[in-house]
Structures are given as structure tokens and as C-alpha cells.
């Protein structure tokens, strides 16, 4: 009864649940009774070894019990459209040229240079979501790389809009 609560309690501790919002997640895969833990090519493992899956961002490690082997397999999770505010100009990007976690994909977004000036009318033209996203986390500030992203496409959420009159950005 002592080992199920050791290991419920680690898992609790040591396993990043599904909801975080870190870049990882974990998989608890239990062995048939007497099986090992083996890596993708067959190569037999012990207990405390970790490894990766060729060519998948990841790490695994066995655990080897009394009654049960298991082993611990920590993948990348999937962005949500939530975390991608601008879909437009922002993708996840991964680096396999990295270990687990630093390959696991990352928000990329292009910088915005725009082909001339213009003037924007004083409203949003991208998403509620997207504007507010960047107005909250500074996205709107000149020394921010979304700047011009901002100035031209959430000028209402920025700020950029005075009531009774003109801004440089606004109609």
C-alpha cells in the first residue's frame, strides 16, 4: 500500500501536470509484469537510465519497482491558439537541434516592417485577443519588436486614439 502512495506523491511532486505552462508534459507508461524498460532501438534499460526517442523532442526514464516497472516519458505539449495571439505573424518553432525541453516548439513571431506609412483608422484591425495580449505585455511601447505590428494594427487597445483629437497613428 506504501509503494501506489510513494509513487502517486512523486508524480504529484515531480510531474508537471497537463495545464502548466511550461513547454512540457508527461506520460506514465506501466510495464507488463517482468518486462524491462527498452529504448525505441531495443536496447534494454535500468533503473534510473533516461534517454531520448530518435528524432522526437523528448526524454524518457525507467523506473524499475517491486511489483511494477513504469517508465516516465516527457514530451513536448502543443501551443493553444490562446497562446498564439497573432497567428498571422507568429507560429511555434521548435529546434531539434536542441535536448528536451529547449527543442520543444516556442512562439516565433515575425517582425513587422511596414512597406510605407499610413495612417490607421482609430480602431482595431487585428483580433480583440491579439490587441489586448500585446497591450497588456508591452507590445505597444517602441522598444518593443511588435511595435509596428501595434501601431498599425491595434491602435484603439494601444492607446494611440485621444479622444477629441488626432494622434499621428489615428484618423
Not at 513536448?76 to 528536451?100: G, I, M, W, Y
Not at 516565433?108 to 495580449?133: E, L
Not at 511601447?141 to 483629437?165: E, M, Q
Amino acid at each position: 500500500m506504501l509503494y501506489p502512495l510513494r509513487l502517486a506523491l512523486f508524480l504529484l511532486l515531480a510531474v508537471p501536470p497537463c495545464w502548466t505552462l511550461r513547454t512540457r508534459i508527461a506520460e506514465l507508461i506501466t510495464l507488463p509484469s517482468g518486462t524491462r524498460c527498452r529504448d525505441d532501438s531495443g536496447t534494454e534499460r535500468g533503473d534510473g537510465d533516461v534517454w531520448s526517442t530518435s528524432n522526437v523532442c523528448d526524454r524518457n526514464r525507467c523506473h524499475e519497482g517491486v511489483f511494477l516497472n513504469y517508465v516516465i516519458k516527457y514530451g513536448c505539449r502543443k501551443l493553444t491558439e490562446q497562446e498564439n495571439p497573432d497567428s498571422v505573424n507568429c507560429r511555434p518553432v521548435s529546434d531539434d537541434s536542441q535536448a528536451f525541453p529547449d527543442c520543444c516548439p516556442k512562439l516565433q513571431c515575425d517582425s513587422f516592417v511596414p512597406d510605407s506609412v499610413t495612417i490607421a483608422p482609430c480602431r482595431d484591425k487585428a483580433t480583440t485577443f491579439a490587441c489586448t495580449f500585446w497591450a497588456t505585455h508591452n507590445g505597444c511601447l517602441p522598444p518593443s519588436p511588435y511595435y509596428n505590428f501595434t501601431s498599425n494594427y491595434c491602435a484603439l487597445s494601444c492607446g494611440y486614439v485621444r479622444t477629441g483629437g488626432r494622434t499621428p497613428n489615428c484618423l
